[in-house]
């Protein structure tokens, strides 16, 4: 939705129900702002957790208060001479989010209790309203419950309405644009970010939520820039893995990963330390070692066994092994507690890979139902909608959905490269050719966005190019997809060498909507509108 920051994003009408039960264990029941109804109905924490939140409660709330109130404002030099108050799971939510960095997500629901518990009396506290919704936001992304961005948007303007953002209240604003990003609406991210920084441009919490939204934009020169920024405001681990990022996004992975390493040398709690981790084991993956990515995810997991992407990143990498049935049982690990529709889509596929048909379709269906469900709290899935659709059910849907996302201005790569394969498997190859080459120039030596481009120059007969950019799919990561990367060395066997090594050149594959997907039963209207 393309609203100016003066205009939040409107909440659904509706409130679809809530999972029965979380793994990770769900915050207290939320207190409801004055005069906005009855109480949202949300699942109580188990007895695990009460503990935790009582503890929170008791002895940590005043403090709390202050360092919720001071931390934003403080320079970082008052900080560092201040004696800090006792730790505790409050405080270090407070102090990594402060920081930029990951929170525990034992940490988060502690400071969520713990807000919640203190605007249910001080309701006009601005700033513990937007820390409240600012941890709804992180809790929604971590647990992949969508219904807690609602959450989130009724905590944010509840501060907005107490303290307006133009009158200090720039927190706010920060957590709206992370809840854009959020529900990937990142024309919406972008105006609240730039808000912040033509306030406050020596503000750094500006700088993370602008470039997500300029990633997701594909705006990477900004993306850059904003990294820049940061790390000159910001140094530390936060500033570190944004730095790596974007060398990664640039295809400069050798500088991508010596920054990544450098960052987990210096992380020092065990959420930071996870992440960084994981963004080894990511940066493994990419560049075709799936055994050091397996290492990698497995580092990340001793430090948080129960950790959801570095499950299924192992799953991702042991399948390139051969290790299917260790990473069928990581798949379903990661899950059973984040039940994150790209992981029903990779299990999927990894089932449709082994002949096992039934369970990919199972996993399909549930790809469909939790992306309906997400689309009821405004969470833009139609870049993976897209995605879906083009390889295992309506490539033309696929092309519709994904010319909606372009057209609202989300011209990353990732949307380059799906709306190209879209077209390619509705037929439209030379249509496709153009997203497709966007995709490879700007999307970071990426081996899904070189084969895409192959696959779519040998329909079109460009030989020559089709055998470069098929090979360089397969030198990047000769694993890069348990169905495509056979796929891309059939083709490659086809086309053969080039014509100066002296053999014969002969006519690609049939394009693979020619062949027979594996497909869910066919969606309801109401499904396939959820992507716009």
């Given amino acids: 939705m393309d609203v100016m920051p003066q205009q939040p994003p409107e909440s659904p009408t509706s409130d679809p129900p809530l999972r029965s039960s979380d793994p990770y264990g769900s915050p207290p029941p ?42 934003v404002s403080v320079p970082d030099d008052e900080k560092e001479a201040a004696s800090p108050p006792m730790p505790g799971p409050v405080m270090r939510a407070l102090t990594a989010t402060n920081g930029g960095a990951p929170v525990s997500l034992s940490d988060l629901t502690a400071l969520i209790g713990n807000r919640q518990s203190w605007v249910g009396t001080h309701p006009s506290d601005a700033r513990s309203w937007a820390v409240l919704g600012s941890a709804y936001v992180e809790w929604g992304r971590r647990s992949a419950d969508a219904a807690y961005y609602r959450r989130a948007e009724q905590a944010l303007r509840r501060s907005l309405d107490v303290q307006p953002g133009d009158r200090g209240n720039v927190a706010a604003w920060v957590g709206l644009a992370a809840l854009a990003n959020a529900r990937h609406d990142f024309v919406t991210a972008k105006k609240w970010g730039e808000t912040v920084r033509a306030r406050q441009p020596k503000d750094w919490m500006a700088y993370p939520v602008l470039i997500d939204a300029y990633n997701g934009l594909g705006q990477y020169t900004a993306a850059g820039r904003a990294v820049e920024r940061f790390t000159a405001l910001r140094s530390g681990v936060p500033a570190l893995t944004r730095t790596a990022q974007m060398h990664r996004n640039e295809g400069r992975r050798e500088d991508a990963l010596a920054i990544a390493q450098d960052a987990a040398k210096r992380a020092t709690t065990p959420a930071e330390k996870t992440d960084c ?38 799953a991702r990498a042991l399948a390139a092994l051969g290790r299917t049935d260790e990473a069928r049982r990581d798949y379903r ?51 993976l909608l897209g995605r879906f659709e083009a390889d295992h059910g309506d490539a033309s849907q ?44 700007t999307g970071g030596r990426t081996a899904l966005y070189a084969y895409h481009l192959g696959m779519i120059e040998g329909r079109l007969e460009n030989h020559d190019p089709a055998r470069r950019h098929l090979e360089e799919a397969l030198r990047i990561n000769p694993h890069f997809s348990p169905l495509e990367a056979p796929r891309a060395q059939e083709a490659l ?35 396939l509108s959820a992507g716009h």
């Fill in 398 to 441: 696929a092309v519709k959905v994904l010319r909606a996302e372009w057209d609202r201005q989300h011209h990353s790569a990732a949307v380059a490269d799906a709306l190209g394969w879209a077209l390619y498997r509705s037929g439209d190859s030379r249509s496709a050719l153009t997203y497709a080459r966007q995709a490879v120039d």
């Fill in 493 to 527: 066997d086809t086309l053969g060498r080039s014509p100066a090594d002296g053999s014969q050149d002969v006519q690609p594959p049939a394009a693979p909507a020619e062949e027979a997907p594996v497909r869910t039963p066919p969606a309801s209207d109401a499904e």
């Fill in 277 to 314: 981790l994981f963004r080894l084991g990511e940066l493994a993956w990419e560049r075709g070692a799936p055994e050091e990515a397996v290492a990698q995810y497995g580092a990340a997991l001793r430090s948080d066994r129960a950790h959801p992407p570095s499950l299924a990143g192992r």
């Fill in 30 to 71: 939320t207190p409801s702002p004055p005069g906005s109804g009855p109480p949202l109905a949300l699942d109580p924490p188990p007895p695990s957790l009460h503990t935790t939140l009582r503890r929170a409660a008791v002895g940590l709330v005043a403090g709390a208060v202050l360092v919720t109130g001071a931390v």
């Fill in 333 to 383: 690990a990661a899950l059973s507690r984040l039940p994150n529709p790209e992981y029903m889509l990779e299990l999927g596929e990894l089932y449709e890979s082994l002949g096992r048909g039934d369970d990919a379709v199972d996993q399909y269906t549930k790809l469909r139902t939790t992306l309906t469900r997400e689309s009821g709290y405004g969470v833009d899935d139609s870049l």
